[in-house]
């Protein structure tokens, strides 16, 4: 199994970043798709969820600004960021569960002027 995300990058707050996920050896339909995110010194924490079914989730600081999505015949999940702040600065995870969990490697996000 392997989840492969792409998008990170350095952005100025304010900006806008488009993270995507790929997913390999699972069937995808039956997985619930997620970004997860990690800064130095804190805890993983969930950033936004999208069930098989297109059901959303979002963390509270992450609402009105972050958008999941999922294209089933692509295998690919995405997270499109909006509006972002030095304090989103950090490693996001690609997430998906079903029956197992997987993670991919996280893609480096950083906020700065």
């Known amino acids: 199994v392997q989840l492969v995300e792409s998008g990170g990058g350095l952005v100025q707050p304010g900006g806008s970043l488009r993270l995507s996920c790929g997913a390999a050896g699972i069937i995808f339909n039956n997985y619930a798709m997620a970004w997860y995110r990690q800064s130095p010194g804190k805890q993983r924490e969930l950033v936004a969820v999208i069930s098989r079914y297109g059901n959303t989730h979002y963390a509270g600081s992450v609402k009105g600004r972050f958008t999941i999505s999922r294209d089933n015949a692509k295998n690919e999940v995405y997270l499109q960021m909006n509006s972002l702040k030095p304090e989103d600065t950090a490693l996001y995870y690609c997430?998906?569960?079903?029956?197992?969990?997987?993670w991919g490697q996280g893609t480096q996000v950083t906020v700065s002027s």
């Open positions: 997430n998906a569960k079903f029956d197992n969990e997987y």
